[in-house]
């Protein structure tokens, strides 16, 4: 089965940009999708097909997805974006194609 | 505005069953697939099972295959879990969402996703 590989944790201070990745064996072959989950809540959608934005999330977050590795990117971080990060792909070749990487937590110092 | 609100969780004895509802509101429910998707207390997200608009279309994973069935109701609006033989592991908060399309490189993502129902496995 398809395998998405994420640092469990990233730290940055308040105004400076967060790198968050996700990697994947040639994960930019496929549609690479971004959640927040703030503790407590339910997951958000904040990107989706590698770099989209739904409406109402802020232009501040943006993905992009290349090789083996795709990456979320959240500029001019602030206290609130302090959350957890899941990628998710479709993976077409295995029975379960909806695969989730194990998350990461985004520490606001 | 979308909306996707769960029900029926809580606490069960270790073989015991449960089933779980969502009852969706904002959109055509019935064009669109619907998933399930857990969190087990302080670890990551877990797809469980995926219906598709029609419910020609039903997919499990290996961990509750056998033992969850997924279904829906397009009349109702609402999507349901029917969970048995349930083991502490199942212990969770479940989530509904709503599947959409992606137009990159195909497959789908969750667009929406409920507040979730805590389901409570223990003796």
């Known amino acids: 089965s398809y395998v998405l590989t994420q640092p469990p944790s990233v730290s940055v201070a308040p105004g400076q940009t967060a790198r968050i990745t996700c990697g994947g064996n040639n994960i930019g072959s496929k549609s690479v999708h971004w959640y927040q989950q703030k503790p407590g809540q339910a997951p958000v959608l904040v990107v989706y097909d590698d770099s989209d934005r739904p409406s109402g999330i802020p232009e501040r977050f943006s993905g992009s997805n290349s090789g083996n590795t795709a990456t979320l990117t959240i500029s001019r971080v602030e206290a609130g974006d302090e959350a957890d990060y899941y990628c998710?792909?479709?993976?077409?070749?295995?029975?379960?194609?909806?695969?989730f990487g194990g998350g990461t937590k985004l520490t606001v110092l | 505005e979308v909306q996707l609100v769960e029900s029926g969780g809580g606490l069960v004895k270790p073989g015991g069953s449960l089933r779980l509802s969502c009852a969706a509101s904002g959109f055509t429910f019935s064009s669109y697939s619907m998933n399930w998707v857990r969190q087990a207390p302080g670890k990551g997200l877990e797809w469980v099972s995926s219906i598709s608009s029609s419910s020609s279309y039903i997919y499990y994973a290996d961990s509750v295959k056998g033992r969850f069935t997924i279904s829906r109701d397009n009349a109702k609006n609402s999507l349901y879990l029917q969970m048995n033989s349930l083991r502490a592991e199942d212990t969770a908060v479940y989530y509904c969402?709503?599947?959409?399309?992606?137009?990159?490189?195909?497959?789908?993502?969750?667009?929406?996703w409920g507040q979730g129902t805590l389901v409570t496995v223990s003796s």
């Open positions: 998710q792909v479709w993976d077409s070749s295995s029975d379960h194609p909806r695969v």
């Open positions: 969402a709503r599947g959409e399309r992606a137009m990159v490189a195909g497959g789908y993502y969750f667009d929406y």
